[in-house]
């Protein structure tokens, strides 16, 4: 089944309308309850932290935050919503077929849904690493959890 | 008039049509590093093409002349900042340098109880070495307050001094606001209160004339890579009695005069004291092309000519009304801004995909709240080879600056 054609236009202005409007950037009210993790580089300026709240290997939220460009935020952001209410399974799915799409690779579009404005990304290659940064760092966090 | 095409052509990173991302590269991060000239390849593939051999006590051709050559270059540096051969020290960049005299002297020398002073728009090579000094000795270290412009005057400088300061370490050129310091009035202030003045000399050595002796100052660090030599060589220039009353930082071949498996070991006068192990010797020997080479075009010619461009730009820039410009009256070739609207590391995306390489940074956290009001800035940096054209590329592009998503389209 054919996914509907995403235009350039339409891949800016998801990305806008998350780094303008983020839904899921702050700190949780109970972050207690949520594992948190801290995801820099050495090679931007990114500097925040990522929430994950789970019950039986489901994902009930997930949040973000610190300071981040906008591939970084847009990206984290776009994440959290695609995450919330998957199991592990589906989630580390949606996680794997994203990085695929980073990286050139073919990939499963049907469940990235507006993560597909990230396809363009390893045209800056410097900005690879805050596409993924949010990605692989739940991927790791979404492991921990499991191992418990 | 100055023209930086006269001297472009010398630079094969200029000249070969280099492109990035499709456009004609516009480099304007020389704050950063700097591009080579072919006197400074030649010097180092002819090295290893013609006279390769290890230096110290050879006892054959190509050894002596790698010696003698390692010797001029000392001369030439000494030459180029007003030093004597004997005070210049060689080593990997100015990092090394002030690591070198925080280990060597200054944890050697301070105590519990005395003072180091910095200021806050030190780079992190003026500032984590003198933590591990206060680490390993119980000195303190304090900041001097800049004005609200960011600018460290002699002023500010007197207030701070205690009867406690024995160090104050200062770059003559910051490399996120540009201003030049006052480093002459200070030597004299520090050492009318005998305190020990260290000169962080990368961003003006390369820049403008430097010379120890009419700025009477203890320690001057800088690195041939910031002045079209390689990377990996900078320079320690230390007062003689000072050089001698410093320890060496690492120990080894080259730097001792004699040891015995007793434990008894001496060690060679300065500079040979600092320089243990084989030393880069490409690195010392392109050092010299380089500083031959900007020596020849004169270094007030090349500060002149970046402050004229830097006023040219500034005035371009505010012009299109889509930029922040946090040190516009600065001296140095550093212009430090934002676009509109747009994250730092965002429109340092955007420039790259016009072919224009400038640096995003975040900067210490206090110099941000104080001065610049905001977590990040891009920051052009020019150097004699810079041209207006180069400069009107960067200016188009922030005029155009609400397009920055157009680098992934």
Redesign the interface.
């Given at each position: 089944m054919p996914t509907f054609e995403i235009s350039?236009q339409m891949?800016?202005e998801i990305?806008?309308d998350h780094y303008q409007n983020p839904r899921h950037k702050g700190k949780p009210a109970m972050p207690e309850k949520y594992q948190v993790m801290h995801a820099s580089s050495t090679n931007?300026?990114?500097?925040f932290d990522v929430y994950l709240l789970s019950v039986d290997g489901l994902v009930k939220d997930a949040m973000f935050d610190g300071?981040a460009?906008?591939?970084s935020t847009a990206s984290t952001d776009i994440l959290c919503d695609r995450l919330i209410g998957l199991d592990f399974e589906k989630a580390k799915y949606l996680i794997e077929q994203y990085m695929a799409m980073i990286a050139e690779k073919p990939f499963d579009e049907e469940v990235l849904d507006e993560a597909l404005a990230f396809r363009?990304?390893g045209?800056?290659a410097?900005?690879i690493h805050?596409a993924t940064m949010a990605w692989s760092t739940m991927e790791e966090m979404i492991e921990k959890e499991e191992k418990k | 008039m100055f023209d930086p095409n006269k001297y472009r052509k010398d630079f094969p990173m200029l000249r070969n049509g280099i492109k990035m991302q499709g456009h004609p590269l516009v480099w304007l991060d020389n704050a950063s590093t700097t591009f080579k000239t072919d006197s400074v390849i030649s010097t180092i593939s002819d090295y290893y093409s013609f006279y390769t051999s290890n230096s110290h006590r050879g006892d054959y051709d190509l050894c002596f002349k790698v010696d003698s050559e390692i010797e001029k270059t000392r001369d030439v540096v000494a030459s180029f900042i007003g030093a004597k051969a004997q005070e210049i020290v060689f080593t990997s960049g100015t990092t090394n340098s002030l690591n070198l005299v925080a280990f060597g002297y200054a944890s050697k020398y301070l105590k519990k109880g005395d003072e180091i002073l910095l200021t806050e728009a030190e780079h992190a090579s003026n500032v984590l070495p003198w933590y591990k000094v206060r680490e390993m000795t119980g000195a303190s270290v304090n900041f001097i307050p800049l004005t609200k412009e960011g600018r460290l005057t002699v002023e500010n400088v007197k207030k701070s001094i205690t009867a406690n300061t024995k160090i104050v370490s200062i770059a003559q050129v910051t490399n996120v606001l540009g201003y030049i310091v006052p480093i002459k009035e200070i030597a004299a202030l520090c050492h009318r209160n005998n305190i020990i003045l260290v000169v962080d000399g990368a961003q003006s050595v390369p820049h403008l004339p430097v010379d120890v002796q009419d700025l009477d100052c203890d320690f001057l660090a800088f690195s041939g890579h910031k002045l079209c030599g390689p990377t990996g060589i900078g320079v320690l220039y230390g007062k003689y009695s000072l050089l001698q009353k410093m320890d060496p930082f690492m120990t080894g071949g080259g730097m001792n005069a004699k040891f015995d498996m007793c434990g008894d070991a001496s060690f060679l006068e300065p500079p040979m004291r600092f320089e243990a192990g084989t030393q880069n010797i490409e690195g010392i020997l392109g050092l010299k092309a380089a500083v031959e080479y900007v020596s020849k075009i004169g270094m007030s010619n090349i500060e002149t000519y970046e402050t004229e461009l830097r006023k040219y730009a500034v005035d371009r820039i505010l012009k299109t009304g889509n930029a922040t410009i946090y040190n516009p009256d600065a001296e140095a070739g550093i212009i430090t801004f934002n676009i509109k609207d747009v994250?730092?590391?965002?429109a340092a995306?955007f420039l790259?995909?016009k072919g224009i390489a400038c640096r995003?940074?975040?900067h210490c956290a206090k110099i941000l709240m104080d001065f610049l009001g905001t977590?990040?800035t891009v920051r052009a940096s020019f150097y004699f080879y810079t041209t207006k054209e180069d400069v009107d590329a960067l200016v188009d592009a922030i005029a155009h600056g609400k397009e920055?998503?157009d680098?992934?389209?």
């Open positions: 350039p891949m800016r990305i806008m931007c300026i990114d500097d300071v460009c906008t591939i363009n990304t045209k800056q410097a900005r805050c | 994250f730092a590391q965002d995306t790259n995909s995003s940074g975040q977590v990040a920055f998503l680098a992934y389209f």
